[in-house]
């Protein structure tokens, strides 16, 4: 028999995609358990649910952590204030790519020094195996001693650093703002988050919905995984993506 990543599971692979896409849609866990029961005659608890989500986000971003997007040589990178109830704010640093909208790196932290900033700006180094022409970001200093560190060559082109001194500048870094606004609200439906890796695993699943799952306007209905060349998948899209992911392993 061919594990299609539903072995063992007691329900559907429909009753979980279903839960997976709603939670990412940002309806809260209870919520769920009620639509599920109402409209497919399925009963499940909110813990079940959430087991779930994070078994099948760790499934996916071991597959989607080996794909190659086919990005820009520019990139967006900005930071975020986080909640998490058992510890309070932390900071969650994104970096995006310019031309695909591809959300390449996302990392939460308790504060923002460069070796944080670094980190993030590693993962996104890592994941597109390019150096990139330039990185736009906000005024923080920690980026422009992490570009150094990361990026520096003694061949040109150098990564460029163009820093932002707000919103209304010509290089102004709207895109990857709009995307901590979406995270923002994201984070007040769930109400807090119980610990860093709870949250950074729920981020980690959000970001695979922005990239794999949901289609971009700004892309004419494409996912910036379509986008950036790494990924076709059915109509279900996250039945799909889970197969990928399971035949990977």
Known sequence: MVND????????????????????????????????????????????????????????????????????GIWHSDEMTLKIRSQGMRWLWNVMDNESRFWLSSQITEKRQTIDARNVLAEAHQLAKIRPMAIVTDGLRAYQHAITKEFFTLKNPRTQHVRVPNIRHHSNNNMVERLNGTVRARNKTMRGLDSEPTAQSIIDGFRIYYNFIRPHMALNGETPAEKSGISRLDQNRWLSLIKKSTSCQ
Not at 10 to 36: C, E, M, N, V, W
Not at 41 to 68: C, N, P, R
């Open 5 to 72: 990543g539903f072995e063992k599971m007691k329900s559907t692979p429909q009753t979980i995609t279903i839960a997976l896409d709603l939670y990412f849609k940002g309806i809260s866990l209870r919520s769920i358990t009620d639509h599920l029961k109402q409209f497919y005659g399925t009963e499940v608890s909110h813990v079940a649910v959430f087991k779930w989500i994070k078994k099948y986000v760790k499934l996916m971003k071991e597959y989607t952590d080996q794909l190659v997007p086919q990005v820009s």
